[in-house]
């Protein structure tokens, strides 16, 4: 009765959430969304998620060999780490791309600073923006979804194809330039919320985004305040901006609901890992990222920022860390 | 010195005592110049060129200098034939010239040469001094020459802008930018040290 | 007093003779090789120039002083060469321009027609743009790129820069380089801003009719 | 100062398992003698007590066989009659070997001890009793702090010029799992209590007096408010609080009664508040109006491979293993035997530890009870979510602490205030990823202490 | 013809020499007033570390400059060997300026771990499931029977810089080759079972244990452990036994015949010799005999 | 006011989308060797915000004074580096004797950047760049300043964080130092095209 008696320090008995646990929470907060890409780009989409999970979940497993420890794979934060990146990734995307990114994610943003909960950038980021960087005429070639007919022709010179078109953000640029009617976009805001408009595989549906984030909230795997600062910040810097010209702006609801908003807001922003860690900084934080992403938007090169403003965040994040220090419930004590 | 003795502080330079790979100097010329093998070339023969030079000068005015005035000295004199490697280029190869920019000039405060000036040209005589300037540049040159050979080819699939690599091979632009300079260099550091480390045990 | 002198040039006399003779053998150096560095500044123009105007031989100075042309608000001197042809008659002309490009300065060389209506094409003399997006508007035509050749017959006046369209129609719409629009706006912007007042101080100056 | 009203919670916290379904309804039973006892002379915090007694030397029960001249310490005495038959180590729970004093109980004329609840009842006053009195009988009786840490009692309620106390803050909380022995006390032994706390009340010369219960033990509440109408002489009342993990740590409870803040570094009485526990109010009538020493305690013996789990009324100095044994033993594998609590206790291997002034507590934790992956040592890395931020009841950053001392940056675990962790364990319970931050936190404190030592050395 | 062309050289090249010589000889002013006016006071020690560095102020060594990092070594000298551009003959001489020897004159320092038994030699473990190093499982007493011996979560094999401490079976052994004696170990041993000891000697006689329990509840934590049964103390005066606990005086170290007997007598075998040459500790149950052969 | 627009630009520019150290790879060595830790990287942020700008000055002042057009050319590289390494003398010397607290502070930091690389490439852009305006050239070279700041601040943070992670053995310090710079730049490529 007592032969396998242990001796550990206190406490005795604990919750029994895992990181496993977190992470299969997120897996099925965005399996709506995987859904909806599925839905919207047929097999494509799911073979394009296939293809990052797996490279993901590899590269790991070898890092973990190289590096003689135990298999991290079971936390699967590897996979969360593939289905986010293959979210923002174009559904036409060749598949050895979608390797590289893989590839680089979890090697070089992830396992070289030692590996889940080490990482100073989000690892699905930071491979998106090197894929932007190296492959960027391929990155930005937006397949039709099958669901609708083509609604807006090709931006792209370079890429002149029936089956491609503009994202809606892409044409805000147009917009702001006096090139489009701002109207002409903002007829594309329900189908940003159902999913009628072409971007990554992640940008099409806004609804999706919506029932997953419900679903982490209730679960409390993530706290609504990144969120919340997130959406905030982006919609009333995209208000002002509409109120003051708004022919010269789309819909700020569009801007919402349009591009990587929402899973960036829901799922992206709130990795633990690379956000601060105190109510006070994850507000900082969440109002840094939408802010960002509109300022990329509105003044910047890029149609859409969302990968931008999480990594320059991401870097911001330890700073902001050691800047909203708790204090102890009784204050801080008096140094002698 | 013997012959030998030369040997082997020529070949330090190369590896044990690699100003890039081990001692981590003149990192800013390492990540700038090296999207592409001819301006990493041309960098590093420049580099060459002005350490032999100023080892040359500096060890030989070694028993005049004064403690105090001795950087100054060494400053001058890097100074100088920084300039004179600029002209050169901008006389014969103005395309170099242009691709490397300020960054010939920025030779000036490389800490190698500054380095061994003080570490080696100011306490040894002209030939020793010469073949450890030697060493070092071609060590320097060797380093940049991988990280531009990976760069080069990765980032156009090209080398010496000639290209080499299969039709089907998609470029990576990224590894022109500086963020392949800076992951590379990164990734070669990592790898010396587990080499280090092998050797070591 | 004269004692902290002699200390002082026994501390440095070694700085001092050493500086007046690495000046000097900076000087001569430059004095041998700066010929052949105008050369190559003016080789490389001719070259870009030439390329862009195949019926010029050779290019001259429109005046001896350069031209001093209002861009932006700022007076500026450019130096505007004509390009002549073999028989001595104008074929066009060339002028450098530089504007802000995505990381720094961008320097054009920009060739038009005799009549200075319709541009020759510009080429790019110095540019430190993005590796990959960027620098795609240094890609020559001969060399395949889609860019520079919409500005070849393009009208000299004011320029726009589009997403879409089609860049194989030579007019006033510049198809951008996708990803890299704000070199693409950069060139376009440079352009519209230097060759109009440039147009207007020749026929000023009555160089041109 | 230091009147005003709580909220009755606090901010952060955890809810384990309760687990008190397994004793709470158990009334308190006698032990019988065991026939050895061993006496530690480190039963609470302070200098250790020096032996009085020597080798086959006899004692009667009660009598003082252990004392210290030194202010913080409490002395100790026997439980039985019997024979001291050595003086030599033995295991506590807490810190290891210390001196112990081994009494051989006589086979003969020793009686089980019980409780004296109905000794006490509404009529009792501590108007006989001088300040003095209360005082020198807590400090002969060898009262502490009986809740954990053993503070000396008599230093605690000693009026103290320096420190004027206002408030009497009275701990009924029990907010630890499965134990349930200040439960009962409060419901068997209610008159008692509240005898011990007048009489505290007095000797502290305090105005006001609240009672904390957790708002899980209704019953108790009820008894004690009951009885709590009946005295007039003083403003008492009873303060239910939340039912919430720490709620039981002082500074949680005061925050939770009073609403106010006892400044990190510092101890209760700086805002003139004294925090007594349950059982030690109930050793106060015992000590000052029976004029019996501190040698019983009531301990509740719990776990779900217990044959018979219930509240005990054990002498101190009994071993584990005996304890065990008259509790039928046990029924399955156990995987831990705690003295104390699953969030607080030590697990203890040596069974013939023996118990001591604080053991409220002997839980059996089965496989099941302690959550496999934490049993197993499946430790991932920290992924920074935050929920020991949110759980800790002093409001640090347990993360940062752990992190800092396991890669032994003690100056930065300082930075974040380390000495004001509470050592609760809510920041482990919360850990998705099983790490032991209060582990490190307590390694860190040990080894800055060691370091601080060495300096002064 | 060739001279005029050379003079017209030299003439236009006179301003850049004017202008070299100019700007050198300003600051060649203002640094010989530096060096004289602005001399500042520092520590002999800092000023010899200083004068064998570089002096090319380039921060590889993450301090502010070659001043800084001498400040800084002097202070701390594990901090030797940053020196990049110096290299390997800058650390030597730094270490010289530093004049750092392991130990100050005398014998050397040495640690001896005052407990022998392997993790077969404890007789009783219970399962420990924390935080492995030694500091957060002695906090759990229980974690083995014997309150005074080595834990094996090698807590002073972190803290060695040399690699000179191993854990080998559940026992902190010291690799007296490897050693420098910094007294790190020491430090780190949460039981202080570690302490550092004058080798007068290469092979030091001691008592390998640090348990003051009674004999009795020594055996029955541990087959190597000091029982405290004095046989040594009446061999030879340089064992003391208190507290149930023999210690060798290391003060007064002499080894003799005497000593070499109370070696072989110990019934449990835990007078050991420890050092770069010392022999293999007595199995327990071992008979002396074995032990002198 | 469209002075003070192009004054904005340019600032803004230098200071995030520019920036000297990740874009143009400028003051890489102290950027490795002293982001150790964010007291130490601000202050030599600070010196080297200090000196650029100091620096900056002086060197355009020279080089349109006395250089450019003239046949001493020739002489600026060797000019601006004796310019540099003689103010931050000068500046090192005043502060020592003059205002102890705040050479401590950052002071100490001075000797270092003569060789920081950044400080000359900064002069020699400003005159690559053919800035024609004095106030520009001021804005542009405490800009620079601060983006170096800026870059070291945020890589000294990242460092502090990563001293507390399990990075694996060959990856620490230069190398992960280097990697989270190239990621750092990919992050602010988001700033292109603000200007």
Redesign the interface.
Known sequence: MLSKITVSPAPHVSSKLSTRVVMGDVLIGLLPAVIAAGVFFRVRALAVIGVCVVSCVVSEWVCNRIRRRPTSIGDLSAVVTGVILAMSLPPAIPFSIAVIGSVFAIVIAKMAFGGLGSNIFNPAMAARAFLAASFGTLMTTWTVPSTVDALMPTISAANTSATTQATPLAWSKAVQKGQVEAHYINEQTSGAFWGKVGGCLGETSGLAFLIGGAYLLIRRTITWHIPAAVLLSAGVIALTAWLIKPEGFINPLLHLLGGGMLICAFFIATDPVTAPLTTKGMWIFGIGVGSLIMLIRIVGEYPEGVMYAVLIMNSLSPLIDRFCKLTPAGGTPHVK | MSSQSLGKTFTAGLWD?NPVL????G???T??VT?AMKPALTMGLSVIFVLVCSNIVVSL?RN???P??????F???I??F???A???L???L?DMS?AL??YI??I????II??RA??CASKSGVLVSIVDALGMGAGFTLALCLLATIRELL?TGKLFETPVMPSWF??????????????T???I???V??IT?KSKS | MSNKIKFFFQESWLLMVSSVVFGLLLAITDAAWKPRIEQNTIDRFNRLAGGLLTEAERFESVAAEPLAIEIGGKEIPVDVKRGLDGSGQTAGWAFVCEGSGFADKIRLVVAVDAAFEKMAGFGVLFSNETPGFGDKINITPAAGGFYQPQFIGAPVGTLTLTKSGDAAVIDAEIVAISGATVSSQAVVTTLNAWMVPIKEKLKAEGLLK | MATGRGKGTFPGGVHPAEGKAISESRAVEAVPPPKQVAILLSQHLGAPCQPLVAKRDKVQAGQMIGKSESFVSAPVHSPVNGTVKDIALQSHPVIGRVTAILIEADAEGNTPQTPVFNRFDHTFSPEPFAVETICGAVNDGGLVGMGGAGFPTRVKIEPNPAMIKEVLVINGCECEPFITCDYRLMIEGTWQVLAGIRLAAKAAGVEKIRIGIEDNKPLAIGAMTEAAATVKDIDIAVVPVKTKYPQGGERQLIRSVLGKTVPTGQIPPTIGVCVLNIATCAAIADAVVLSRPLTHRVTTVTGHAIAKPGNYYVAMGMSVADLLDHCGGLTAQVAKVLMGGPMMGFAIADLTTPLTKTSGAITVLTQDDVTKAKYEKQQTPCIRCGRCLTACPEGLNPTKIAHAVKFNRMDLAEQYYMSACIECGCCSFVCPANIELTGYIKTGKILVARAKKRMQA | MILASAMEMIHNALPAAVLALGLATLFAVVLLIASIKLRVETDPKVEEVYNVLPHIDCGACGFAGCASYAKAVVANPELIGRCSPGGAETSVAIGRALNLQISGGGAPSRPIVHCRAHREDKLFHAAYDGIESCTSANAQPDVQACHFGCLGFGDCTRACKFDALHIVDGLSTVDYDKCTGCGACAKACPRNLIQMVPFTQDNMMTVACSSRESGKTTRTFCKVGCIGCGICAKQSDLFTVADNLAKMNYESYAPSEATQTAMDKCPTGVIVSRGQTAPADRQPGQKAAAATA | MDTLHTLLLAFIGIVVVNNLVLTKFLGICPYLGVSGRIDMAFGMGCAVTFVVTLAGTLTWIIDHTFLIGTPLEVMRYLCFILVIAGAVQLVEMYLRKFFPSLYESFGIFLPLITTNCAILGLCLFLNLWEIKRLDEAVVLSAGAGIGFTLAICIMAGIRENMELADVPGPMRGAPITLITAGLLTLAFMGFAGMI
């Open positions: 005592s081990r001692l981590l100097l990192m800013c010329p990540l700038a999207a005015m005049l200098l004064k105090h005035l001795r950087i100054l000295m400053t001058l004199t100074a100088t920084v300039t004179i600029d002209l050169y901008k006389a014969f103005p242009a920019g300020p000039p920025l000036i405060v490389n800490c500054i380095g003080e570490a980032a998609t470029p990576w632009a990224g590894m022109g930018m500086p963020v392949g300079a800076f992951v260099l990164g990734l550091l990592a790898l040290s587990v480390n």
